[in-house]
């Protein structure tokens, strides 16, 4: 027979293994669909698109349209900042359609949001550390960092206020300021 400090590993492993299992939908993102290049940068960089005599009769006016860019950020793993292998391939484009931008091309804001799970102290710290971790993997693809802005909003605001946990909460936001 076991004794019971034999058992408790094994309890603890099946508990976090249900846990895990029980909230896979939360934890990753399904989402695998990228943006269009060429109407992503059209869209942040409208001044260096719409420049000219050839520029498009659907051109932004400066200033009174803002591009904003939601990806979802369902797919980190509660608790932590590391980057998801669904969430670069996305960041992959939206380096691309930065490269060369520059602070002339435009500023953009990365903002990061959380659910609320978690302390508002806690969701503020965590979603600080996931706009960083987009600046920098955008800044490590070439991106101008000087014209990148990382803020953490934590769940001050949910994209869906009727259910403040949905996982659509958690989110990273790509802004043309």
């Known amino acids: ?7 408790v590993p094994w ?9 895990l299992s029980a909230s896979a939908g939360d934890l990753f993102d399904a989402g ?3 943006p269009d290049l060429k109407a992503l940068k059209a869209s942040l960089f409208p001044a260096q698109v ?17 591009a904003r860019y939601s990806l979802p950020a369902a797919s980190f793993w509660l608790g932590s900042a590391e980057l998801p292998e669904s969430l670069t391939r996305q960041l992959d484009v939206f380096a691309e359609a930065m490269r ?10 990365i903002e990061a949001h959380t659910d609320a799970s978690g ?5 503020w710290v965590l979603s600080q550390r996931r706009a960083d971790a987009v600046k920098a993997y955008l800044v490590d693809r070439g991106v101008d960092a000087s014209m990148l802005q990382a803020i953490g909003m ?6 869906s206020a009727a259910d403040p946990l949905a996982p ?4 990273v936001e790509i802004i043309r300021l």
């Open 32 to 34: 695998q669909r990228l």
């Open 100 to 109: 060369g931008g520059g602070p002339a091309g435009g500023r953009v804001r």
């Open 50 to 66: 719409c420049s000219g005599s050839a520029a498009p009769a659907d051109c932004p006016v400066p200033g009174v349209a803002t």
């Open 11 to 19: 309890t603890v492993f099946l508990i976090v293994a249900l846990a």
């Open 168 to 171: 659509e909460n958690r989110r």
């Open 154 to 159: 934590g769940s001050s605001e949910p994209k």
């Open 1 to 7: 027979m076991r004794s019971t400090a034999d058992l």
């Open 119 to 123: 302390s508002a102290d806690a969701n």
